[in-house]
């Protein structure tokens, strides 16, 4: 019997530093692969929206439209966290809109667009949220340990997105990946939230990712065999079918059903 699995986090070429994917040959692997569906998450934009659109509309491809946005700390001077935001209906559509175009009016800070914890409760309808992982806040706060910091953080975005709030494992094989998804079920387990696995992705197959690490490097000025720049990204990365990852959540099938 077949599987069926939907990413739900992938950056384009759109995203400049960090995606290497383009669109056509992204909904073709899509359709080849089996997937009914799939989202596009760019870094704080949205110009990627109406290629993606038509592309996946033209192969029978549901287009789920969203972004990754940089969220600013409840603390003033607080680490910055990840959250990806996919629109429901067309006024979550309208609602993620806003907010990306506030975030380059009012949020540009230090070459980053930051988007306001007020400013998301603000325009939540018609949203659901993923949780960043790792690089969410809650994910902060469960790697540091801090479980009343992560189910007070939990509380607080599923008052903003009721029943469509999901705490993001990833299995990437990158520093923290397990250990968060360790912590993210058990705070799944005694608050009731939903997981989702995604898996990140940057690349269509896995053979891209030292091109995809040269894109890096230039958007960071640095050199490929720079001994002292960022590991953040690994070769698991790629657009993966159906079947590897549920050979991957093998353990979790309700974050793939998810």
Same mark, same amino acid.
Request: charged content about 25%.
């Given at each position: 019997?077949?599987?069926?699995?939907?990413?739900?986090?992938?950056?384009?070429?759109? =995203? @400049?530093?960090?995606? @290497?994917?383009?669109?056509?040959?992204? #909904?073709?692997?899509?359709?080849?692969?089996?997937?009914?569906?799939?989202?596009?998450?760019?870094?704080?934009?949205?110009? =990627?929206?109406?290629?993606?659109?038509?592309?996946?509309?033209?192969?029978?491809?549901?287009?789920?439209?969203?972004?990754?946005?940089?969220?600013? =700390?409840?603390?003033?001077?607080?680490?910055?966290?990840? @959250?990806?935001?996919?629109?429901?209906?067309?006024?979550?559509?309208?609602?993620?809109?806003?907010?990306?175009?506030?975030?380059?009016?009012?949020?540009?800070?230090?070459?980053?667009?930051?988007?306001?914890?007020?400013?998301?409760?603000?325009?939540?309808?018609?949203?659901? !949220?993923?949780?960043?992982?790792?690089?969410?806040?809650?994910?902060?706060?469960?790697?540091?340990?801090?479980?009343?910091?992560?189910?007070? @953080?939990?509380?607080?975005?599923?008052?903003?997105?009721?029943?469509?709030?999901?705490?993001?494992?990833?299995?990437?094989?990158?520093?923290?990946?397990?250990?968060?998804?360790?912590?993210?079920?058990?705070?799944?387990?005694?608050?009731?939230?939903?997981?989702?696995?995604?898996?990140?992705?940057?690349?269509?197959?896995?053979?891209?990712?030292?091109?995809?690490?040269?894109?890096?490097?230039?958007?960071? =000025?640095?050199?490929?065999?720079?001994?002292?720049?960022?590991?953040?990204?690994?070769?698991?990365?790629?657009?993966?079918?159906?079947?590897?990852?549920? #050979? #991957?959540?093998?353990?979790?099938?309700? !974050?793939?059903?998810?």
């Amino acid at each position: 019997m077949p599987v069926s699995f939907v990413h739900l986090r992938l950056h384009t070429e759109y =995203s @400049l530093v960090d995606g @290497l994917v383009r669109v056509k040959p992204l #909904v073709k692997s899509v359709a080849n692969a089996g997937m009914p569906a799939v989202a596009v998450t760019d870094q704080s934009n949205m110009c =990627s929206l109406i290629k993606f659109y038509k592309a996946a509309q033209g192969a029978g491809i549901k287009p789920i439209c969203g972004a990754d946005i940089w969220l600013a =700390s409840r603390e003033e001077d607080g680490p910055l966290s990840r @959250l990806t935001l996919l629109a429901m209906d067309v006024k979550g559509y309208r609602n993620l809109t806003e907010l990306i175009s506030r975030g380059w009016t009012e949020g540009q800070r230090n070459d980053q667009i930051i988007i306001e914890r007020d400013w998301v409760k603000a325009a939540c309808d018609g949203l659901i !949220a993923l949780s960043g992982a790792k690089e969410g806040e809650i994910g902060h706060a469960l790697l540091e340990g801090d479980e009343s910091t992560a189910d007070a @953080l939990l509380a607080e975005w599923q008052a903003v997105f009721p029943q469509r709030f999901y705490l993001e494992v990833q299995r990437t094989h990158r520093v923290n990946d397990e250990e968060h998804l360790h912590a993210a079920v058990a705070l799944a387990q005694r608050s009731g939230a939903p997981l989702v696995a995604t898996n990140d992705v940057r690349f269509l197959k896995q053979e891209d990712f030292e091109a995809h690490e040269t894109r890096v490097c230039i958007g960071e =000025s640095r050199v490929l065999d720079d001994s002292r720049r960022p590991r953040n990204y690994s070769d698991q990365q790629y657009l993966k079918t159906p079947e590897e990852m549920w #050979v #991957v959540f093998s353990d979790l099938p309700g !974050a793939l059903e998810n």
